[in-house]
C-alpha cells in the first residue's frame, strides 16, 4: 500500500540508504504526460531497487476556484495501481513563499533525500514558480542527482501538446472521447458513497443511485451521460446526470445520479465508481415530469446503442 506523508516538516519521509526517485508536478489530470513522468520513475527505481515518491500539492487554487479534477483519494489509488510506493503531498500555502533555492535545499535535499528526479519540461517551483528546468539542473548536478526532463505528449492524429488545460476544456465540453484520448483511455470518473436522494427517479419508474460530487472536484459539463459502474468486482453500465436536476429539485450542490440497467438492488452507503464514457444531452429544466420521463427513456435507448457498441 502507498505511504502517503502530508505534513509539512522534515520527519514524514524517514531516511532510506540511497535515497528516492522522485517524481515531481501537480499531477491532476493523469494524462498521458503525467503517467509517462511516473512510469518513467517507477522504472527506474525498480532497476536500482529503490522507492518510488511522488511529490504533489493541496490546497493549491487552480483555475480561480481551488478544484482540481481528481480528488486525493482518487490520485492515491491511481498511482497505487501505477506501482508507486510513496506520496509526498506539499501543503500549497505552507510551501508556496519558499524560494527556488530554498525549496531544492529544504524539500528535495533534506526532506526526500533524492537520488533522481523526472519531471515534465514545463515544471516549476519555489515562489512565483521562479525556479525551472535549468535551476534544477545546476542544483542536481551539485548535489550528485540524477535528473530526466520527459517531453511533451503530443496526441496522435493532432499537434496540439496534451495538458490538463486542455484535458479540462474536454471535459467542460462534455468531450468524453477527447479526454479518455488523453489519458490512455481512461474516462473521466466520480468515486464515493450512494447516498439517498428525493427518490424521484423510483416514483418515475426509473430508479438512481446518488453521489454526492465534492466540492474540490472538478464539475464536468452538466448533463446525460452514458456510463459504466464499477460496484465491488462488477462492471454495469447505464445513464448517469451530472448536475443540480432542476425539473424535480434544483439543488444547490452538484450530484452524479446514475440509472443502472438490469439491477434493483439496495446498495445505500456502498463505495461506487461512475465513469462517463459519452456526453448524451445537457441539463435542463422540463415542462413536468411526463417531457422529463419521455427524455430519459431516449437517453436509456441512445445509452444502450452505445454500450452494444462498446461491449
Not at 535535499?109 to 516549476?124: S, V
Not at 450542490?253 to 443502472?260: C, H, K, L, R, Y
Not at 439491477?263 to 422529463?292: H, M, Q, T
Amino acid at each position: 500500500m502507498i505511504k502517503v506523508c502530508s505534513r509539512y516538516g522534515l520527519d514524514d519521509l524517514p531516511f532510506i540508504p540511497g535515497g528516492r526517485v522522485m517524481a515531481l508536478g501537480m499531477f491532476d489530470g493523469f494524462h498521458q504526460g503525467h503517467t509517462d513522468i511516473i512510469k518513467s520513475a517507477v522504472r527506474l527505481a525498480e532497476r536500482s531497487g529503490l522507492l518510488t515518491c511522488v511529490q504533489t500539492f493541496r490546497d493549491l487554487e487552480k483555475n480561480g476556484d481551488g478544484r482540481l479534477l481528481y480528488t486525493m483519494e482518487e490520485r492515491v489509488k491511481m498511482l497505487e495501481e501505477l506501482g508507486v510506493d510513496e506520496m509526498l503531498v506539499l501543503n500549497f500555502p505552507q510551501v508556496k513563499d519558499l524560494s527556488p533555492e530554498e525549496y531544492c535545499e529544504q524539500i528535495l535535499k533534506m526532506r526526500t533525500g533524492a537520488a533522481a528526479l523526472f519531471i515534465g519540461h514545463d515544471y516549476r517551483f519555489g515562489k512565483d514558480a521562479a525556479g525551472d528546468e535549468f535551476m534544477l539542473k545546476r542544483f542536481a548536478a551539485e548535489n550528485q542527482i540524477s535528473l530526466r526532463v520527459i517531453s511533451d505528449r503530443i496526441l496522435e492524429g493532432t499537434e496540439r501538446r496534451i495538458s490538463t488545460t486542455w484535458l479540462r476544456e474536454a471535459l467542460s465540453e462534455g468531450d468524453c472521447e477527447l479526454a479518455s484520448r488523453m489519458c490512455e483511455g481512461r474516462y473521466f470518473f466520480y468515486t464515493g458513497r450512494v447516498v439517498h436522494g428525493k427518490q424521484a427517479g423510483r416514483t418515475m419508474g426509473f430508479p438512481t443511485v446518488n453521489i454526492e460530487i465534492p466540492e474540490d472536484k472538478f464539475v464536468v459539463r452538466r448533463g446525460v451521460y452514458c456510463s459504466r459502474i464499477t460496484l465491488g468486482n462488477r462492471v454495469l453500465y447505464g445513464v448517469t446526470n451530472i448536475g443540480r436536476r432542476p425539473t424535480v429539485e434544483d439543488a444547490v450542490n452538484d450530484v452524479a445520479e446514475t440509472f443502472i440497467f438490469d439491477f434493483d438492488e439496495d446498495i445505500y452507503g456502498a463505495s461506487i465508481k461512475v465513469e462517463l464514457l459519452k456526453f448524451l444531452r445537457p441539463e435542463k429544466a422540463f415542462s413536468g415530469v411526463d417531457e422529463l420521463i419521455k427524455a430519459v427513456e431516449e437517453n436509456k435507448s441512445q445509452a444502450r446503442e452505445f454500450i452494444s457498441k462498446l461491449i
